[in-house]
């Protein structure tokens, strides 16, 4: 069974930062991609990036380009999102999920994490 577990949220002052990680577990991840989403109060789920498990390609919303990095521990099978300068905007609950498509449709991820709250203030 496919498990993810998504920490590291939480409140945070604008232009602070966070790291976010997603523990993966349940198949082996080789030939799958991992990917971000938020959701704000009111607003439909938002991509936010995209890896390859394999070769580590990336791929990032451009309201996010420049300021989240993600990247993976194929070692430990987790993902991670690092979150600088960040911004009241981003305040949300972030998913991470996992797809056999590199992809910023959420309809492409199968399996999805509980999700992390953070909050940004200003």
């Known amino acids: 069974q496919v498990q993810l577990v998504e920490s590291g949220g939480g409140l945070v002052q604008a232009g602070g930062s966070l790291r976010l990680s997603c523990a993966a577990s349940?198949?082996?991840?080789?030939?799958?991609?991992m990917g971000w989403f938020r959701q704000a109060p009111g607003k439909e789920r938002e991509f936010v990036a995209a890896?390859?498990?394999?070769?580590?390609?990336?791929y990032y919303a451009d309201s996010v380009k420049g300021r989240f990095t993600i990247s993976r521990d194929n070692a430990k099978n987790t993902v991670y999102l690092q979150m600088n300068s960040l911004k009241p905007e981003d305040t949300a609950v972030y998913y991470c999920?996992?797809?056999?498509?590199?992809?910023?449709?959420?309809?492409?991820?199968?399996?999805w994490g509980q999700g992390t709250q953070v909050t940004v203030s200003s």
């Open positions: 349940g198949r082996t991840f080789n030939n799958y991609a």
């Open positions: 890896i390859r498990w394999i070769g580590g390609n990336t």
């Open positions: 999920a996992t797809g056999p498509r590199y992809t910023v449709s959420a309809y492409e991820y199968d399996y």
